[in-house]
């Protein structure tokens, strides 16, 4: 038995030979899967270049240097189109896409949140209005929305600039645009935007020790009642100390518009909000997933401990369906930004209208929407990566 023995650990200590090396085996089977991957793209890349040639539209990135020559009716106001580059008018674009994209973030995230909500309340009415709101935007094409969107508010509101619904405030509404006043910072504005910052560092740092007081004794923490004095108090010490530090320009009619003041215009306002809209159905059901994932007996417990529906949702329920949440949270985000490129149906200028306009001035389709596939690319990468810091934010703070 003992020579048997020995044999057998002598045949277990024995090298593998690499052929039989599972290990050395997945390392070939990848390295000769990479260099497949790249001579199939060199051979593309190369075979589409020869055919750009063959047609004498070789691929020209200087074309970006050359003028636009066309106006933007959007967002920069100062804009020239005589003096603007291809490129300057892209970035113009970029800005007016993450304008429609960040405000857009941010109303189907809180609007998706309410309506996931109200989707199992026990209420009848606002259970079934949910239900169909989430129904009839999640089951119609976007495109559609946003064509009667914009088509419904021309048809309903003044053509006359003279006509102009008038709210509060200098607000005027027409088919044009919404012109509101805008607020500006004068000279002594960062004395103030200093007082808000101080504010907000000390009360982050009071609900931290508020948190650790509560750890340590079991007492409330009552976070808001220290928080929120010390972020007013310094906000109008700062406001004190600078003066004035905003001016308001207003809108006033003129001859052919209204000057002065801040403008959203039409195409801009019905792409935001169909993105909300149609986004939001979307997120509302995600939330109701997530919520229904936690198990019902930490909804039982909480109620036998005395906590309020608010204090329930807010304090057990979400934090535990957030980890839930989240993942598919980020992709309805990376499709709302990619949805955005639809404004050019309604004649907004955005990253993908202005990439269209040079292509067409220029022929240079390939390099203009090469570019304008980098910037979609950097977009979404940079809200993947948010997201992907948040999910692991919130499972680390799980475990």
Do not use: C
């Amino acid at each position: 038995m003992s020579e048997r023995a020995s044999a057998f650990d002598r045949s277990a200590h024995q090298p593998v030979p690499p052929w039989r090396d599972i290990r050395v085996l997945q390392v070939v089977a990848q390295v000769v899967f990479l260099i497949a991957v790249v001579a199939f793209s060199y051979i593309l890349i190369d075979n589409l270049v020869t055919g750009l040639r063959a047609s004498n539209l070789a691929i020209n990135f200087g074309v970006l240097t050359r003028s636009f020559g066309t106006k933007i009716s959007e967002g920069q106001m100062d804009f020239d189109p005589g003096a603007a580059t291809n490129l300057t008018a892209l970035m113009a674009g970029l800005r007016n896409t993450l304008r429609v994209v960040i405000v857009g973030l941010a109303g189907a995230t809180v609007l998706g949140v309410f309506i996931g909500i109200a989707r199992l309340s026990t209420n009848f009415l606002l259970r079934t209005i949910s239900v169909s709101y989430i129904e009839l935007f999640r089951n119609t094409p976007l495109l559609v929305q946003l064509y009667f969107i914009y088509r419904g508010m021309r048809l309903a509101l003044p053509e006359s600039l003279a006509d102009s619904y008038t709210l509060p405030g200098s607000i005027y509404i027409n088919r044009r645009a919404i012109n509101f006043p805008l607020i500006q910072g004068t000279d002594s504005a960062p004395i103030f935007y200093a007082g808000v910052a101080l504010g907000l560092g000390v009360a982050v740092a009071l609900r931290f020790w508020r948190s650790r007081v509560q750890d340590r004794t079991g007492k409330p923490a009552r976070v808001l009642y220290w928080s929120l004095p010390a972020l007013v108090g310094f906000s109008a010490l700062g406001w004190l100390l600078s003066g004035d530090p905003f001016q308001v320009d207003y809108p006033v009619l003129g001859t052919f518009n209204f000057s002065g003041g801040d403008r959203l215009s039409a195409e801009y306002t019905a792409l935001t909000l169909g993105l909300i809209l149609y986004t939001a159905a979307f997120i509302a059901d995600i939330v109701r997933a997530g919520i229904q994932s936690v198990p019902y007996g930490q909804v039982e417990a909480a109620r036998a401990q005395g906590f309020s529906g608010g204090q329930m949702l807010r304090l057990i329920i979400l934090p535990q369906a957030l980890r839930l949440i989240i993942p598919p949270l980020g992709n309805q985000y990376l499709n709302l930004a990619k949805n955005s490129s639809l404004g050019i149906a309604i004649g907004f200028f955005d990253v993908y209208n202005v990439a269209n306009v040079i292509s067409n001035q220029t022929g240079q389709a390939v390099a203009v929407f090469v570019v304008m596939m980098a910037i979609y690319l950097a977009m979404s990468l940079t809200i993947s990566a948010i997201m992907n810091g948040l999910n692991y934010l919130m499972r680390a703070r799980s475990r």
